[in-house]
């Protein structure tokens, strides 16, 4: 079975979500210095998602949706995965489902590449926020692309891997803070890593703006 980082490029994000919009959160197994870890209470709270009428995108904040129809998909194919539906403020639930998984990947091995650290602004802590995606001056196209995630992880009981089809990265990438605006924290995200099934009904639905860098698993 082959894993990929999925990834999210080249089109803006789609409206808004999660701890700067007031998300009720649970920090108890959180890193107490950035808030690294935070787990969600209930469905992910959501703005601007009203003229939205695509199967996958990401919202402002970087966190993952995708539709009622591709999660019926999922369901259907017997996909093994989180989630859960999605709210506005006025708690009513829309039909987009948050991506996401509480399998989380062992630590990037060091030959890992396509990505950078803000070492100064990493969390002295936890040391696990603010890894950022890396970006090369394609002459070409004449426009920024993203360098591609070239990420090495060692499993080492594979079994680990049965669990879900869907994974995420034990780096954060962003910068975590606990205080931001309105006294609302703001978090990075982990990458999430997916197998090929889901990869391929990603193919099938020809899904746009989703980009797979394969990743080694030793
Ligand atoms: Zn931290």
Known sequence: MKYYILHYYYVAPKGDSGETLGQVLDLSNACPT??????????????????VKKDFFATEAQDYLISKKLYDIFQNANI????????????????????????????????????KIGLLNQCKNCKRDNYLG????DSKKKANMIVPFQL??????????????????????????????????????????????IKQIFEEQKIKNAFFDEVIIL
């Open 80 to 115: 093994l995965f989180e989630t859960s539906q999605v709210v506005n403020k006025k708690g009513e639930f829309l039909d987009f489902y948050h991506l996401k998984s509480n399998y989380t990947f062992p630590k990037m091995l060091p030959q890992s590449k396509g990505f």
């Open 34 to 51: 950035c808030g690294t870890g935070t787990k969600l209470v209930g469905g992910l709270l959501v703005t601007g998602l009203n003229n």
């Open 152 to 197: 090495s992880f060692e499993v080492e009981d594979k079994r680990f891997l049965d669990q879900s089809d869907i994974f995420q990265t034990w780096e954060y990438w962003g910068k975590s803070t606990m205080k931001f605006l309105r006294g609302n924290p703001m978090f990075g995200r982990p990458s999430l890593i997916v197998n090929e099934r």
């Open 134 to 137: 890396d970006l090369v001056w």
